[in-house]
């Protein structure tokens, strides 16, 4: 298929909520499908289209760090790789707020993926590592605050998010 073909159906947007397909598979459809989307998207031309924003400034990035779910199988973490192999070559797209005043990293600490809920050592590694990447490549982040103050120490605070987490935001 033709990369311009593919560029042209991965940015086409619906009427109601100016989303593209991406954005509606980070959001609801399953890991595998989402991976293949992004994998299909030229590299060349990835930054465009995982920053492409929706009507509320969301970024199908930013909806695959709210929705994260970090799943141990065989005692290996995984499905944390569509946020950080697939989507930190947008490095950009890290930065971007939505209309809330959130980037992804601040959504991707209310995730499931963060929260402390259970003793999974795994997952906890595996949170941290991401989170540490992401601020590895854009540490001014740290310091965002949302529309109503918070830091993003304030939000994952606020979730539950796991200890090793928060240590990594201070």
Same mark, same amino acid.
């Given at each position: @298929?033709?990369?311009?073909?593919?560029?042209?159906? +991965?940015? #086409?947007?619906?009427?109601?909520?100016?989303?593209?397909?991406?954005?509606?598979?980070?959001?609801?459809?399953?890991?595998?499908?989402?991976? !293949?989307?992004?994998?299909?998207?030229?590299?060349?031309?990835?930054?465009?289209?995982?920053?492409?924003?929706?009507?509320?400034? $969301?970024?199908?990035? *930013?909806? /695959?760090?709210?929705? !994260?779910?970090?799943?141990?199988?065989?005692?290996?973490?995984?499905? =944390?790789?569509?946020?950080?192999?697939?989507?930190?070559?947008?490095?950009? =797209? *890290? /930065?971007?707020?939505? *209309?809330?005043?959130?980037?992804?990293?601040?959504?991707?600490? $209310?995730?499931?993926?963060? #929260?402390?809920?259970?003793?999974?050592?795994? /997952?906890?590694?595996?949170?941290?590592?991401? @989170? #540490?990447?992401? +601020?590895?490549?854009?540490?001014? !982040?740290?310091?965002?605050?949302?529309?109503?103050?918070?830091?993003? !120490?304030? @939000?994952?605070?606020? *979730?539950?998010?796991?200890? #090793?987490?928060?240590? $990594? +935001?201070?």
């Amino acid at each position: @298929v033709d990369a311009s073909v593919i560029r042209s159906e +991965l940015t #086409r947007v619906d009427g109601e909520r100016k989303a593209t397909p991406i954005h509606t598979a980070v959001w609801k459809a399953p890991l595998p499908l989402t991976k !293949l989307f992004v994998s299909t998207i030229p590299f060349d031309h990835r930054a465009e289209i995982l920053t492409q924003q929706d009507i509320d400034g $969301t970024t199908p990035l *930013h909806l /695959a760090c709210a929705n !994260l779910e970090l799943k141990i199988k065989d005692n290996t973490c995984f499905d =944390a790789s569509v946020i950080k192999t697939r989507t930190l070559g947008a490095h950009s =797209a *890290h /930065a971007i707020m939505n *209309h809330q005043g959130e980037c992804p990293l601040a959504l991707l600490l $209310t995730s499931p993926a963060m #929260r402390a809920d259970s003793n999974r050592i795994l /997952a906890e590694a595996a949170a941290e590592d991401l @989170v #540490r990447s992401i +601020l590895e490549k854009k540490p001014h !982040l740290v310091s965002t605050q949302n529309i109503n103050g918070k830091t993003l !120490l304030h @939000v994952a605070a606020g *979730h539950g998010a796991h200890e #090793r987490v928060l240590m $990594t +935001l201070l």
